[in-house]
């Protein structure tokens, strides 16, 4: 099993910036994937950003040149810098893992953390 921990969520103004993290945990595993989607109310969980691990990235349309991915993979953990916020990036943040567990690759969730950008 692994678990995911995501922190770094918060209130912040429009034109500010908010640093994700998220950590996995757990015993015999290696992560492939890391990424982070949202679900703002009322919408469908939204894909944002994702990095291999070689470190190769890919993001929404929506955020490219504002946001930006990264991971240490001697720490299992994923980060997203969030700069020049808008009220229309408010949602819960969730983190996903692709790891390889048991010869098995599976999808691993964190329990998501709030973004609320508003004046």
């Known amino acids: 099993q692994v678990q995911l921990v995501e922190s770094g969520g918060g209130l912040v103004q429009p034109g500010g910036s908010l640093r994700l993290s998220c950590a996995a945990s757990?015993?015999?595993?290696?992560?492939?994937?890391m990424a982070w989607f949202r679900q703002a109310p009322g919408k469908q969980r939204e894909p944002v950003a994702s990095i291999l691990s070689g470190g190769r990235t890919n993001y929404a349309d929506s955020v490219k040149g504002r946001f930006t991915i990264s991971r240490d993979n001697a720490k299992n953990s994923v980060y997203l810098q969030m700069n020049s916020l808008k009220p229309e990036d408010t949602a819960v943040y969730y983190c996903?893992?692709?790891?390889?567990?048991?010869?098995?690759?599976?999808?691993?969730w964190g329990q998501g953390t709030q973004v609320t950008v508003s004046s």
């Open positions: 996903k893992a692709v790891a390889l567990v048991r010869y098995t690759f599976r999808d691993y």
């Open positions: 757990g015993s015999d595993f290696s992560i492939n994937t």
